[in-house]
């Protein structure tokens, strides 16, 4: 049974102030809506506070990065325990930007998602290709090979308390949102790769988001693709009214 997830990442934006006034609109537009798992993702000086707004309520938390020490001589780390005393529930892992512009790779988003894993926390871990990748006619070569690093030593029972976010990284913050069925390829190919390394039904339980410019206009047409059960949100989860359209859009289907 997968219930659609929508997470809304907001990188590095929003001040302590502007994170609350966000949260509190969308507590108020999102009241209704119970069809949809939604998570914020402020920055990390911001969740405490994004997560005593929300608490009566079912939006959740979730973290941009974790390290994967508990404690430590790590110098400006965060840890997933202490990401869960903050009040993050989620934390998403490997986001193309991490991997491009601080060098993450398949062996720290695999040491990251075990920690956060260990802590209670849901990992949102990311893959995708770059436009040359694509081009190259590798898409599924790199798709591939991050979900094989990434997910490494994980068992069937890991699996099913992961969510994935396919993003192409062209059409990341480029207002250049994949086709649905080019997204719809990418999310069969890797159910098909879950079901080859943990078996159908872990592969059939398993969340997998598109991410990408969505927006609440495209999330529809996504979310109608069989394998698409949610969107890892950028730029149009900044302002309030844009991400409740999203969810409220998402709704499409039910849970499947
Ligand atoms: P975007 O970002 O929606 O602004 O394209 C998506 C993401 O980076 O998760």
């Known amino acids: 049974m997968r219930r659609p997830i929508i997470a809304g990442n907001w990188k590095l934006n929003k001040s302590i102030r502007e994170a609350i006034d966000t949260v509190t609109l969308l507590k108020r537009q999102l009241a209704d809506v119970q069809a949809v798992d939604i998570v ?14 929300l608490s009566e309520t079912a939006i959740k938390v ?3 990065d974790v390290y994967w020490e508990d404690k430590g001589a790590y110098t400006g780390e965060v840890s997933a325990p202490l990401l869960k005393e903050a009040g993050a529930q989620y934390v998403v892992i490997g986001h193309s ?19 956060a894993l260990k802590a209670g926390l849901t990992p ?8 040359s990748e694509r081009e190259a006619g590798r898409t599924f070569g790199v798709v591939g090979e991050q979900l094989k690093g990434g997910l490494a030593g994980f068992t069937a029972d890991d699996l099913k308390q992961i969510v994935l976010a396919y993003e192409p990284v062209w059409a990341i913050g480029t207002g250049k949102v ?5 997204a719809q390829e990418v999310h069969a190919f890797i159910r098909k790769q879950l079901t080859e390394g943990w078996g159908a039904e872990v592969a ?4 997998i988001q ?18 698409i059960d949610g969107a890892l949100v950028g730029g149009a ?8 359209d999203i969810v409220k859009n998402a709704v499409v289907v039910g849970v499947r």
Not at 40 to 53: L, M, N, S
Not at 102 to 112: C, G, S, Y
Request: charged content about 25%; aromatic content about 6%; proline content about 5%.
């Open 40 to 53: 914020v993702c402020p920055v990390y000086t911001a969740i405490a506070d994004v997560a005593e707004v």
């Open 62 to 64: 979730g973290a941009q």
């Open 97 to 115: 930007e991490r991997r491009q512009f601080f060098h993450e790779t398949h062996e720290t988003v695999n040491k990251k998602t075990r920690a």
């Open 124 to 131: 949102i871990v990311c893959v995708g290709e770059l436009l």
């Open 178 to 182: 994949a086709t649905p069925q080019q």
């Open 204 to 207: 059939q339980a398993v969340r």
């Open 210 to 227: 598109y991410g990408g410019s969505v927006k609440p206009d495209n999330i529809a047409e996504l979310m109608r693709e069989p394998d």
């Open 237 to 244: 989860s900044l302002e309030a009214g844009s991400f409740a």
